[in-house]
Structures are given as C-alpha cells and as structure tokens.
C-alpha cells in the first residue's frame, strides 16, 4: 500500500493533525472569495480530506464537490452533504468531470506525493480537464525552500495519550517526515512525503498542461511571495 492511502486512512492521521487551525482555514477561504470576486461558481476541492474546507465554501453559497481518495475521510465528510454539498472517493490523478467546474481547489499542500512525476503531470492534466475553458485553480503548497530551510528534525509530541515521534529529512528532493507512534505499549510506522517543488517547477507544470499561473500569493492573507520568508506558495492558476 503507498505510504499516502496507509497514513490519510489512519486514525492516528487525524489525532495528530486535529488541531489544524479551523478560523485560519476561514479567514483564507474569505480572502480568496473576496480577492478573486468568486460568486455563483461550481467548485471541486481535491484532495478534500474530511471536507473542512470544502463545507465553508458550501457555507458560502457556492456549489461543491469533493474529492479524496481516503473512504475515512470521505465517510467523514458525507456527514455534512447537502444538496449543494457532494464527497465522493476519487484518486486526483483521474478526471472527476470533464469541463464542468468554475473553481478548483488544491489545498493544505495536498500535491507532490507521488514517486514517479508522471502521476504528478497526470494529476494537472486531470485538474485542467475538470475545468471549464477559463476556469481557475487555487492551489496551496509549501514553500519547499523555507520549509527545508527551518526543518526541525525531531520532534516529540503527546497527544491523548500517544506518543508520536517524529523524524524529517530531505532525500531525493523529497521532504520526509517518518511517524513513529506508541499507543497502549503497541508501536506503529507510517511515513509522509512530499516532493519538494517550488514556484520554477511549478511554473513549468503547468505550462506543460496548457495552464498560466496569473498570481502568487505567500501566505493567507495573500501577501506577496518571497521564496525566503514565506510561508506559503499560493497559486492562482488559469485553464
């Protein structure tokens, strides 16, 4: 099993990430709304986790859809279906809907997982296909280089009671963070990875895919992008 479908499927993904910030989630999608003047359009949000930003674009008025290929997390987020509010379990490197969104979204650094660069063009390429002409991608990643810049190596946290130990390094252009979890006196392995792309390869991703990036953000508040301070790599990219 990839290490990607192992760890998002875990229960122990979700313990250690549950306190990801839900009002910086907000304030994000209000100044993307506000930003871009997004009114009346159908959105997919892919790689959607358990929906949190899918549900307050919903919230918002707008139409979604979202995609992700963990069943736990997609089990999760049926909860909350609405009319205007569908999750489905969907690998992101296959065309959802061809030509039927205004907006997609890409968010949380939930891109670059993959070994082999073809699943990440193939991914691109499904993303442009799911777009009507013109339609726009919001995409948020890292910015690989203060990220690799910064990285803490170790790390040790409890949380309800588990232990995670948590080791990062950067092999092969990819940044990794291997989990070691002690639960009950039982351990468990899992890994992540990301391919530590920044806005040059990106730039030449898209342009391969017929797509042109017409802004960069570098953090929520849509500041500008500096590759050394940023937080953040937020693309505004055109079909």
Do not use: P
């Not at 229960?11 to 009346?40: P, Q, T």
């Not at 307050?56 to 997609?74: A, H, K, P, Q, W």
């Amino acid at each position: 099993m990839t290490w990607y479908k192992n760890w998002f499927d875990s229960e122990y993904y979700h313990i250690l990430y549950k306190n990801r910030n839900h009002n910086e989630a907000k304030n994000f999608i209000e100044n993307l709304v506000s930003k871009l003047k997004l009114k009346d359009h159908k959105i997919i949000d892919i790689a959607c986790g358990k929906g949190r930003h899918a549900n307050f674009l919903n919230s918002l008025g707008f139409n979604v859809v979202g995609i992700d290929l963990s069943e736990n997390s997609i089990s999760h987020a049926k909860k909350f279906e609405n009319k205007n509010l569908k999750f489905f379990v969907h690998d992101m490197r296959e065309v959802f809907s061809n030509n039927t969104f205004d907006i997609a979204t890409n968010l949380f650094t939930s891109f670059g997982y993959f070994k082999n660069i073809k699943d990440e063009q193939k991914t691109i390429l499904a993303i442009r296909n799911n777009l009507k002409k013109d339609g726009l991608l919001i995409f948020d990643f890292l910015n690989s280089k203060k990220t690799i810049a910064n990285l803490v190596k170790k790390e040790h946290l409890e949380i309800n009671n588990i232990n995670f130990r948590i080791n990062r390094s950067v092999i092969d252009n990819f940044i990794i963070k291997d989990i070691e979890i002690i639960d009950n006196g039982k351990t468990y392995n899992f890994q992540e990875k990301v391919h530590a792309l920044d806005l040059y390869n990106f730039t030449e991703l898209f342009e391969e895919n017929e797509m042109k990036i017409l802004q960069v953000f570098g953090n929520y508040n849509l500041e500008k992008f500096d590759a050394l301070t940023s937080d953040r790599l937020i693309l505004i990219v055109q079909k």
